[in-house]
């Protein structure tokens, strides 16, 4: 879960003065600023030609799930088996410290082909699940394709810091970096390059956090986006997922950056969630209320018809935390995304191949950037 940007704030965190870490790259490794081979172009790869986004069959009327790092079996008929073929969609909010109080909230999903030509592609829900251990997490990551998700958290770093700190240029070696010197150690870096930066600019943003309004990765505090980029990217490597515009992976098992906050700031302008909960409001509750119906119609969907079982709809809203709410989003911007696998899934031609993209995005012209 991450909010809106706020930007010249001095970060709170006591780790600023901690001890001496080692932040510099592993000897042999290329660093930012120096020549590499091997590194990647920025391309976003399309789908392989001939694949189809729609191949995984499967058939309305999954029961939420709870705790278990897969979704109950559909229920298939034969008919529907033979007729229609659904994509098996993941929105996952995400949290660098999951637990019983504060799970990973993931929303399943299916994308389903249209059976005319003049019908659109239709987004049913299926089941919630929440997930309260990094262990259930990578279940979940490791689980079958062919599934496209939408993970809210940052994937990729900014290249300017990246830069400033002498890390790797080279994007599973920046992630495998960033996990090998340890929690301790990168809030150290972060916080003494966040003190060599102007007071109003202490935290560099990536071209994608400008153009979607989102918080800097470098953020450790309120929230700590830059702890969910250290315990969501390395997981990410391991599993072996493909990740467009970033690493080459599996291509069964799509990974994409999401971010709800932007597509809600387009249906809703008033604040929809807290954690804390006086702040968990009558009007918070309208705002939620207020989403699902822009959900329900359509908005900012073209070409796909949204489903949302009534009891899950009734959950998004009710969940004050807009876990739920935001899980839903990131499943839906993973379906638009896969509505444009053969073009790049909707990302821009050219990606920072240290920095990633946001899905669903557009890139700031450059007189706004």
């Known amino acids: 879960m991450r909010r809106g940007p706020v930007t010249g704030t001095r970060s709170s965190s006591p780790e600023g003065a901690a001890g001496a870490a080692t932040t510099r790259s592993p000897r042999g490794t290329a660093v930012c600023g120096q020549a590499s081979q091997g590194t990647p172009s920025g391309r976003v790869p399309e789908r392989p030609r001939g694949s189809n986004p729609f191949a995984d069959p499967g058939a309305p009327g999954r029961r939420p799930a709870t705790g278990s790092a897969q979704p109950p079996a559909p229920r298939r008929s034969r008919e529907g088996a033979r007729s229609r073929a659904g994509l098996r969609l993941l929105g996952v909010d995400f949290t660098s410290a999951p637990r019983a109080a504060k799970p990973i909230t993931v929303a399943h999903a299916r994308l389903w082909s249209p059976s005319r030509a003049d019908e659109p592609a239709r987004f049913e829900l299926e089941a919630l699940q929440s997930i309260a251990g990094f262990e259930g997490f990578e279940s979940l990551l490791a689980s079958p394709g062919p599934w496209v998700g939408g993970f809210d958290f940052p994937f990729g770093l900014p290249r300017e810091a990246v830069v400033a700190l002498g890390w790797p240029c080279e994007w599973r070696a920046l992630v495998g970096h960033c996990e090998a010197i340890g929690r301790e150690a990168f809030r150290t870096a972060l916080d003494r390059h966040r003190e060599t930066r102007p007071w109003g600019a202490r935290y560099e943003h990536r071209a994608g956090d400008r153009a979607a309004g989102s918080h800097s990765p470098l953020k450790l505090v309120n929230p700590p986006v830059g702890l969910m980029f250290l315990e969501g990217a390395p997981r990410l490597a391991r599993a072996g997922v493909h990740l467009p515009g970033l690493a080459g992976g599996d291509p069964s098992r799509v990974a994409l950056e999401a971010y709800p906050g932007h597509w809600v700031r387009q249906q809703e302008r008033e604040s929809y969630k807290s954690d804390t909960p006086a702040k968990q409001t009558p009007a918070r509750a309208a705002a939620r209320g ?69 899905t669903g995005v557009r890139p700031l012209s450059p007189e706004a950037a």
């Open 290 to 358: 207020r989403i699902v119906a822009a959900l329900l119609a359509g908005a900012s969907a073209p070409g796909l018809r949204v489903e949302l079982p009534a009891p899950l709809a009734r959950t998004a809203v009710e969940d004050a935390s807009g876990d739920t709410l935001d899980a839903i989003v990131c499943a839906l911007q993973a379906a638009l995304a896969a509505l444009q696998a053969g073009q790049g899934w909707g990302l821009p031609a050219e990606v920072d191949p240290i920095e990633g993209w946001i």
